[in-house]
């Protein structure tokens, strides 16, 4: 393993980036409606993974990131999760 990429256990006093982890899942867990995965879902998925992957790739390439940058970005997750709308497949169906 490199010199720089060396696994670090968190200490219970790592709040920053437990809170970081806390809205990646949130980003990540979305549960699958009934019956089954549609396109619409799908892309609501992606579209959250994309702010997920967005907000870590900042952070790992910034070697200088302290707490409060994880903090800061496990907030920008939370807030554009809150920002994602689900249009109803009804209205979708009705815009076309």
């Known amino acids: 393993m490199d010199a720089g990429n060396e696994w670090v256990p968190l200490s219970s006093g790592d709040a920053a980036i437990r809170r970081l982890l806390t809205a990646v899942h949130k980003a990540l867990d979305l549960p699958v409606p009934a019956g089954r995965r549609s ?7 992606e579209r ?7 907000s870590l790739g900042r952070l790992t390439g910034d070697v200088s990131a302290e707490a409060a940058d994880f903090a800061s970005e496990a907030e920008h997750i939370l807030h554009q999760l809150a920002d994602l709308t689900q249009v109803p497949l009804r209205a979708r169906r009705q815009r076309r």
């Open 39 to 45: 396109v619409a879902h799908l892309r609501l998925l």
């Open 48 to 54: 959250r993974s994309d702010i997920a992957l967005a």
